[in-house]
């Protein structure tokens, strides 16, 4: 009997603390689960204190012959670094090692490439993929490898044997895509704000339950998965709120620790679907032992996109996981809220506080229409929430919350 299950890649970790770090442990599990999601297995680990990371080598010579003898016992097939390898931290641990040497950047690029669905997901993953291997090719001769596995995937795979003049035109001509499409995108956008809809980002670490969020109010269908970049591809969809009010819900691609800077210009137009809403909701997984670091990082991500301005509201996810019940606090939040989405729970508090948030973006109207502008209510109908309305004599008399920017068209 044959076999037909592709054999699974077996890793090791290693990662450098430096500064007296004491989340080295944390982050390896979270790259560990990266490495899983990638669709391989973890079968070691290395970790070392020093004062700066060797420039030559990632870790000091003495672990590298550690590293050298743990790959022989254990079989391992490749290697993953917790950070960004330069060019020569390749080249110079594939000459000691001779294994494939990746780092948590190419891990999560691969993450990506398998993820995308949509051809500006495809786009801004080869693009980001291109980015980062044009200046690694010397270094990363050990891709190209017959075998495949982790970070051999997606469009950019067989770029390492091109030349650097055709990955700059490719590059060129993706980014001229890009831009494209970021135009079509500027385009929805401004229709959006024609449209008068109020638009909610919502946001979070990866895998802290935005989807989970999203299909529950909307229905969406988006993919839910319990790992990491389960979905990728940002999806929007309307929402009525229990009062009746509209808005458009859109969710994001998820946020990480250490997000490598290729990926955040890539998709620097479907991540900086935060900046042009109005309100953020901020999903947090509270069963996670890293949720301040994770709440730290979003914030971070949502500093460097310059996603200023907003009103925030946090929903303290996954409580049900949770054996006691702290009190759970974000200063940067404007207002908080308990759930456990897939348990349908805290869902009537995040509509009363989005309810709530709503009525503090619109101004209370009393005026009387004449019977010829009727179109008008209709508008306020559509947009705003219409308290009262009143034929007379002299014409429609409205009261009626309607939303700041709407003023000039009533």
């Keep these: ?168 035109n490719r590059i060129s001509q993706l980014k001229q895509e890009i831009q494209e499409m970021e135009n079509h995108r500027q385009v929805m956008r401004a229709k959006r704000q024609n449209n008068l809809l109020p638009v909610v980002a919502i946001v979070g670490y990866t895998n802290a339950g935005k989807s989970t969020l999203l299909n529950t109010l909307t229905d969406a269908k988006v993919l839910e998965e319990d790992k990491l970049f389960a979905t990728l591809d940002p999806t929007t969809r309307n929402y009525k709120l229990p009062d009746g009010q509209e808005v458009l819900l859109t969710d994001t691609v998820g946020f990480i620790r250490k997000l490598p800077h290729h990926l955040i210009d890539a998709f620097r137009s479907t991540l900086e679907e935060a900046k042009y809403s109005d309100i953020i909701l901020h999903v947090v997984d509270c069963s996670n032992p890293s949720m301040d670091k994770n709440i730290h990082t979003v914030y971070q991500t949502l500093d460097i996109l310059e996603v200023k301005n907003k009103i925030i509201i946090t929903v303290f996810n996954k409580q049900d996981k949770l054996e006691e019940k702290p009190v759970l606090r974000d200063l940067r939040a404007d207002y908080v809220v308990n759930a456990a989405i897939k348990k349908n729970v805290g869902l009537d508090e995040i509509n009363s506080v989005l309810e709530q948030v709503l009525e503090s973006l619109r101004v209370l109207i009393e005026r009387v229409y004449d019977y010829a502008d009727a179109g008008k209510i209709g508008l306020i109908r559509k947009y705003g929430q219409l308290i009262h309305e009143e034929y007379k004599e002299d014409g429609i008399y409205v009261k009626a919350y309607v939303p700041k920017q709407m003023l000039e068209k009533l």
């Design 1 to 168: 009997m044959y076999e037909t299950e592709e054999k699974q890649e077996t890793i090791i970790l290693v990662a450098v603390s430096t500064d007296g770090e004491n989340d080295i442990e944390e982050s390896l599990d979270e790259l560990e689960e990266l490495v899983n999601t990638a669709g391989a297995v973890v079968v070691g680990r290395i970790t070392q204190n020093l004062e700066h990371r060797n420039s030559a080598t990632y870790i000091g010579t003495g672990k590298v012959q550690e590293l050298k003898e743990l790959i022989q016992d254990v079989d391992a097939d490749a290697i993953v670094c917790d950070d960004e390898l330069s060019p020569a931290q390749y080249k110079n641990l594939e000459d000691e090692l001779n294994v494939k040497i990746m780092d948590r950047t190419l891990v999560i690029l691969d993450i990506f490439a398998k993820r995308a669905k949509t051809a500006e997901g495809k786009i801004q993953v080869e693009l980001a993929q291109l980015r980062y291997r044009s200046t690694r090719l010397i270094g990363m001769a050990n891709l190209s490898r017959q075998g495949g596995g982790i970070g051999t995937r997606g469009p950019g795979e067989k770029k390492l044997e091109v030349d650097r003049r055709l990955i700059r």
